[in-house]
C-alpha cells in the first residue's frame, strides 16, 4: 500500500555508513529528509549527494537531519563516500542505508512490488528508487516527490519546501506558489475576516477567497 501524506512512516533497523540505526529512534524530534538511489558509483547522483552535504548547515538550522538510502552495502556507500566529498568539497556528515535486500524500498513503495532484483542489477533495475520523503517529528510523512534516472533533483527546491511545511505546521496558513521564507503567506479559509486580523493584522486581499499575510 503506497504510503500517504499523514501516514505514519514505516519503522525499521538498518545498517548504514555510520552504523546500525532504528529508523524512528533516527528521526527522534527532528525533521527528517530520507532520500534515496538506484546505485553507489553513479553520476547524478554523485551530484545529488554533494549537493545535499554542501547545504549541511541549512539542514542544521532547521533542526533538520538528511539520511541517504541505496540498493549497495555498507562498504561500497564508505568508498563512494570519498568521491562524493571529492566532487562536492564538503564531508558527508550524515549516514547512508544499505539496502541490498530492497526492504526499506518496499516498505517505503519506492518499488513496484514484483520487483526483487537478483545481485548484478544495474542502476536502471532499480529507477524508481530516486525518491525523496520529508518526514516531520510525528514520524509524520509530510511530503514525498519521485524523479526519472535523467533528472537530478532540486536541492534547494526541496529546502523550500521543508521551509514551507516548517512554517504551516500547526498554522492556520498556507504558502502560495514560487513562495520563499519571508515572503506572505495565504490564510486559511477557516478563519473569518475578523479573526483573520485578530491574529495576522491587515492582510491584502487580491480576490474574496485569497488573503495575504505576513508572519
Known amino acids: 500500500m503506497s504510503l500517504r501524506i499523514n501516514d505514519v512512516v514505516p519503522n525499521f533497523d538498518a545498517d548504514t555508513s555510520q552504523g ?10 527532528n525533521w527528517t529528509i530520507l532520500f534515496s538511489h538506484p ?14 552535504a554542501q547545504l549541511a548547515e541549512e539542514w542544521a538550522k532547521r533542526d533538520t537531519k538528511v539520511i541517504g538510502v541505496s540498493v549497495d552495502g555498507v562498504e561500497e556507500h564508505k568508498g563512494w ?3 562524493i566529498e571529492s566532487y562536492g568539497g564538503a564531508d558527508v556528515g550524515f549516514p547512508i542505508i544499505a539496502d541490498q535486500g530492497l526492504a526499506v524500498s518496499k516498505a517505503f513503495d519506492m518499488l513496484p512490488a514484483e520487483a526483487y532484483m537478483p545481485d548484478g542489477r544495474t542502476p536502471n533495475d532499480s529507477a524508481t528508487v530516486r ?8 514520524k ?3 511530503l514525498s516527490m519521485t524523479y526519472p534516472m535523467s533528472v537530478g533533483r532540486n536541492f534547494a527546491e526541496i529546502l523550500r519546501a521543508l521551509d514551507a511545511l516548517q512554517a504551516t505546521a500547526g498554522a492556520p496558513i498556507a504558502t502560495p506558489a514560487n513562495w520563499e521564507l519571508g515572503q506572505d503567506v495565504i490564510i486559511a479559509l477557516s478563519l473569518n475576516d475578523d479573526q483573520a486580523r485578530e491574529k495576522f ?12 499575510a505576513k508572519i
Open 140 to 142: 509524520q510523512l509530510k
Open 201 to 212: 493584522g491587515e492582510f491584502e486581499q487580491p480576490l474574496p477567497y485569497i488573503r495575504k
Open 81 to 83: 563516500i570519498k568521491d
Open 131 to 138: 525518491s525523496v520523503f520529508i518526514i516531520g517529528p510525528d
Open 20 to 29: 546500525p540505526i532504528k529508523f524512528h529512534d533516527f528521526i527522534g524530534d
Open 39 to 52: 546505485k553507489d558509483f553513479t553520476p547524478v547522483c554523485t551530484t545529488e549527494f554533494s549537493a545535499v
